[in-house]
T-cell receptor, first 112, second 114 residues
Framework: GEDVEQSLFLSVREGDSSVINCTYTDSSSTYLYWYKQEPGAGLQLLTY?????DMKQDQRLTVLLNKKDKHLSLRIADTQTGDSAIYFC????????????FGAGTRLAVHP | GAVVSQHPSWVICKSGTSVKIECRSL??????MFWYRQFPKQSLMLMAT?????????EQGVEKDKFLINHASLTLSTLTVTSAHPEDSSFYICSRGSPSNEQFFGPGTRLTVL
């Protein structure tokens, strides 16, 4: 079956880099996503990567994909207090138009 | 700006009443929209896929008679929680896909059933 796992909590100092990790099980996933959720709000798409890519960079965000190990990571450079939120990894389920399977979310806490 | 809106953003109701939540695609005619449910400090769980002009497709374990979905137009899908009970209290989020394979989410509706 389809399953996505993430570590639940990460604490970093302001200015440091944050790395949030995710593993998934569906090897036929075509797209993998990172979403950000602030308290009481909906989900904001941060970035996504197609399965034939190894890396994608977008300003402070770097996504690494190891398809062999089914491992996805999100690196946030120069982490700021405004980056404090919950980050969800999601895979696009095979066979379903845009149906996403989410991980449990990683709560990122940024401290001075 | 927002591409998916939801209304209301929060609602409190008495046990046994029904609540309707609207999800609108603001910039795109969406034949398919999705309804998710999120419990506090938990992930999003897909409840159903809303299909314009036809019946919704429900995920395993989701009661279709309790969570009525109507997708009467290409820009509007509604979720009605019938005979709501306290255990239905949750954060309900809708989304739509796009040709670019991104999925855009609404801001969510927080339902509290007393």
């Amino acid at each position: 079956g389809e399953d996505v796992e993430q570590s639940l909590f990460l604490s970093v100092r302001e200015g440091d880099s944050s790395v949030i990790n995710c593993t998934y099980t569906d090897s036929s996933s075509t797209y993998l996503y990172w979403y950000k959720q602030e308290p009481g709000a909906g989900l904001q798409l941060l970035t996504y990567i197609f399965s034939n890519m190894d890396m994608k960079q977008d300003q402070r965000l770097t996504v690494l994909l190891n398809k062999k190990d089914k491992h996805l990571s999100l690196r946030i450079a120069d982490t700021q207090t405004g980056d404090s939120a919950i980050y969800f990894c999601a895979e696009r389920a095979s066979g379903g138009y845009n149906k996403l399977i989410f991980g449990a979310g990683t709560r990122l806490a940024v401290h001075p | 700006g927002a591409v998916v809106s939801q209304h209301p953003s929060w609602v409190i109701c008495k046990s046994g009443t029904s609540v309707k939540i609207e999800c609108r695609s603001l910039d795109f005619q969406a034949t398919t929209m999705f309804w998710y449910r999120q419990f506090p400090k938990q992930s999003l769980m897909l409840m159903a896929t809303s299909n314009e002009g036809s019946k919704a497709t429900y995920e395993q374990g989701v009661e279709k008679d309790k969570f009525l979905i109507n997708h009467a137009s290409l820009t509007l899908s509604t979720l009605t929680v019938t005979s709501a009970h306290p255990e239905d209290s949750s954060f309900y989020i809708c989304s739509r896909g796009s040709p670019s394979n991104e999925q855009f989410f609404g801001p969510g509706t927080r339902l509290t059933v007393l």
